[in-house]
Nanobody, 120 residues
Framework: QVRLVESGGGLVQPGGSLRLSCAASGFTFSSSAMSWYRQAPGKEREFVAATTYTGGSTNYADSVKGRFTISRDNVKNTVYLQMNSLKPEDTAVYYC?????????????WGQGTQVTVSS
């Protein structure tokens, strides 16, 4: 079955950077679009970024456009999220999943996520 393991989160000061990783297994990663989502305390899970199966096309939520970059390595079956110029409002648990920005209601299962906290 689909297995997604997110990592790379942590505590960072405003303006700092983090690189998240999502190791995928249980499906043909190289043929699958992939996305990142996040869920802040008390808020619904929301779309952050997506990449096509080749990495040739990407899409971002307006709130992260110009600061975050999604990429993938189809040899390592891993998708990444480079986060720069982090803001306190980026604090959330970050998750990856399959698909190109699909609705969160699409999915039956998620990985454990990785916590990102932006605070001074």
């Amino acid at each position: 079955q689909v297995r997604l393991v997110e990592s790379g989160g942590g505590l960072v000061q405003p303006g700092g950077s983090l690189r998240l990783s999502c190791a995928a297994s249980g499906f043909t990663f190289s043929s699958s679009a992939m996305s990142w989502y996040r869920q802040a305390p008390g808020k619904e899970r929301e779309f952050v970024a997506a990449t096509t199966y080749t990495g040739g096309s990407t899409n971002y939520a307006d709130s992260v456009k110009g600061r975050f970059t999604i990429s993938r390595d189809n040899v390592k079956n891993t998708v990444y999220l480079q986060m720069n110029s982090l803001k306190p409002e980026d604090t959330a648990v970050y998750y990856c999943n399959t698909g190109y920005g699909w609705s969160v209601k699409t999915f039956d299962s998620w990985g454990q996520g990785t916590q990102v906290t932006v605070s001074s």
